[in-house]
């Protein structure tokens, strides 16, 4: 895809965020199985909830600008997520598992947070208000979560894991 207009790249950012999103649908379960602290474990359940509407917030957008959501691989959501797999793998003491759990999800929520908000600046601009809307939409739990994790480290995971 060549990237002429500022509409090509907001269909590209977009297509990109759809991958990040298909590939957290996928990752999301094996947090939730991973973690020991039933909050997080429902946090990332939850999450999954408002990722699978995230996925379908943008097949609608794409729908309406009459292209594809797929065609893109996001590595940069690859790698965070491989990431948290490596973390998993490693076995660490269950209190510290959920502290890094929380580490590594966050990454990816400020991630796609950065992503959102420049897709929704773009929509703006290109004169797409009902699609800057959506996207805003999906900034907004993004940011939810990414303070709900916080308030779970903060109240007790991280405390935990440093005994």
Request: hydrophobic content about 35%; some cysteine.
């Amino acid at each position: 895809m060549e990237l002429e207009t500022l509409k090509d790249l907001y269909v590209a950012e977009l297509k990109d965020l759809y991958s990040a999103e298909k590939q957290l649908v996928k990752a999301l379960p094996k947090m939730a199985k991973a973690a020991n602290d039933p909050e997080l474990q429902q946090a990332f359940r939850t999450h999954l909830k408002e990722t699978t509407q995230h996925v379908e917030r943008l097949e609608q957008i794409c729908r309406e600008l009459g292209v594809s959501p797929r065609g893109k691989k996001c590595v940069g959501m690859e790698g965070l997520i491989e990431e948290g797999s490596e973390l998993i793998k490693e076995g660490p003491d269950p209190q510290v598992l959920d502290a890094g759990l929380i580490n590594k999800a966050q990454h990816v929520e400020h991630y796609e947070m950065a992503g959102y908000g420049t897709v929704r600046t773009y929509a703006r601009t290109l004169g797409y208000e009902s699609q800057a809307e959506l996207l805003q939409q999906t900034l907004d739990e993004e940011g939810r979560t990414d303070h709900l994790l916080t308030e779970l480290a903060e109240s007790g995971i991280n405390v935990e894991a440093e005994v």
